[in-house]
């Protein structure tokens, strides 16, 4: 399964890709939707004292597109042990994520209706993607390049 778009920013003037100062626009890379369930090997990441949620990411599962965006596969678990499984985005240079799929029940990755991008919002206690742009995921505006640097930054 797979969102279609193509890749980074690109010049509004083929003539003027070399010139740093001509106007760009940003598309998006396709991407590929997981089709296996998260590994074993989630790494938990803290997000708030007052959630009683708990968050970890997939880690084999992160991946650097392109396109500057940083997927990854997202488990929450509830303190009932009930897990919500998603297949997400973020993009650091405009502070956004995007929700690309979810696990159902049965295990089958279903793409999200209506998938679009939305501004990280940094308050309350359950913003995980504001706790993963500024502890992990970004440099300010820059995404990391690699998940052996990511995942040292993730603090349960």
Request: include cysteine; proline fraction near 8%.
């Amino acid at each position: 399964m797979s969102i279609t778009a193509h890749a980074q920013y690109k010049t509004l003037d083929p003539n003027d890709q070399n010139d740093p100062d001509a106007p760009r626009f940003w598309e998006e890379a396709e991407v590929k939707i997981p089709t296996a369930p998260p590994s074993k090997d989630l790494k938990p990441f803290y997000v708030s004292a007052i959630t009683q949620l708990k968050f970890a990411l997939d880690a084999p599962s992160i991946t650097f597109g392109k396109d500057e965006v940083i997927r990854y596969v997202l488990v929450i678990t509830t303190p009932s042990g009930g897990q919500q499984v998603s297949y997400e985005g973020i993009r650091c240079e405009k502070y956004e994520w995007r929700l690309y799929a979810t696990m159902q029940k049965d295990g089958e990755w279903h793409k999200s209706v209506n998938s679009r991008w939305q501004l990280i919002r940094g308050a309350g206690h359950n913003s995980y993607h504001a706790a993963l742009v500024k502890d992990a995921f970004c440099d300010n505006s820059i995404p990391r390049r690699s998940a052996k640097e990511i995942i040292p930054l993730l603090k349960p």
